[in-house]
């Protein structure tokens, strides 16, 4: 196997990361509003550094190749969806690349419709214990349990890529047939391989993809998920990563921030590649 390493120098790619900190779409739990401040904690903590595993120096490239601008301000329901869609095409429009934190995953929807505008076959690959394909849920159509029906129902997504699924109903499984939607089946979740990479993938990890032994800290536990290796693994391989959110960070549930320790490496990598593919 070949493992991938930083070739570029410099960066070719300008990153914004953007906190989104809304849970009002959660269905069992409140708390993933404080997610992008505990990932950003964890983050910039002293107890690790700003270097990617890769050998890129994002200390020393904050405020130049990368951006943090901070949270949204979000006045809540629909309003909340058009400023996200509006802050995320504002940033793809001068050529940067957007690393979104959640928040829960309703927010990937405005996220995805920005994108999907922006460019033309577009890949997404969500890692989540769950579809999230509920045509609604509890009577919300933007429940966080929605986002990937509605993002398929715009046509601006050419294919969807699901890895770690291990909650779907008979409704989730003939919304996936009828949006042809692509699971990658648990013997081959650590394995980016499997799939046929063409053009610009966004990626979109919901932190309960992960096992629950690795990443406590989420609204919905759900066992037999992905290693964080696993999870490194798809960042590292996807050869054109021009998105992504890391997304359902709960702090309030957390245990030693572990899971917000987590989330922070998967930001540090995310922040390198998206800097990085062509
Ligand atoms: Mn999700
Ligand atoms: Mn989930």
Not at 93 to 99: D, F, K, P, S, T
Request: proline content about 6%; charged content about 25%; overall charge negative.
């Amino acid at each position: 196997m070949v493992i991938p390493s930083s070739g570029f120098d410099p960066p070719l790619h300008e990153v914004a990361l953007l906190g989104l900190p809304t849970d009002e779409a959660s269905s069992f739990a409140r708390g993933a509003a404080q997610g992008p401040q505990g990932t950003r904690q964890a983050l910039y903590s002293e107890s690790s550094n700003l270097w990617s595993e890769g050998g890129l120096d994002l200390g020393g490239m904050r405020d130049v190749r990368w951006h943090d601008l901070g949270d949204l301000e979000l006045s809540g329901g629909a309003a909340s969806r058009r400023e996200i869609e509006a802050a995320v095409a504002q940033q793809l429009g001068q050529g940067r690349r957007v690393l979104s934190l959640g928040g829960d995953h309703a927010v990937s929807y405005p996220v995805l419709r920005a994108y999907g505008q922006h460019y033309s076959d577009l890949t997404v690959v969500q890692i989540d214990a769950h579809p999230d394909l509920y045509d609604e849920f509890e009577g919300d159509r933007y429940s966080h349990a929605c986002p990937f029906a509605r993002t398929m129902e715009t046509g601006w997504i050419t294919r969807l890529v699901q890895v770690g699924i291990r909650t779907a109903t008979a409704h989730q499984r003939e919304q996936k047939e009828r949006f042809g939607v692509e699971w990658v089946e648990r013997c081959h979740w650590g394995d980016p391989g499997r799939v046929s990479w063409t053009g610009p993938v966004y990626l979109s990890i919901d932190l309960d993809g992960f096992d629950p032994g690795c990443a406590p800290g989420v609204s919905h536990l759900e066992a037999g998920g992905l290693s964080p290796r696993e999870g490194l693994d798809w960042i590292w391989r996807i050869p054109r990563l021009v998105g992504a959110d890391v997304v359902e960070l709960n702090p309030s549930r957390d245990r030693q921030g572990v899971t917000a320790a987590l989330a922070a490496k998967l930001v540090k990598e995310l922040l390198a590649r998206l800097m990085e593919t062509p």
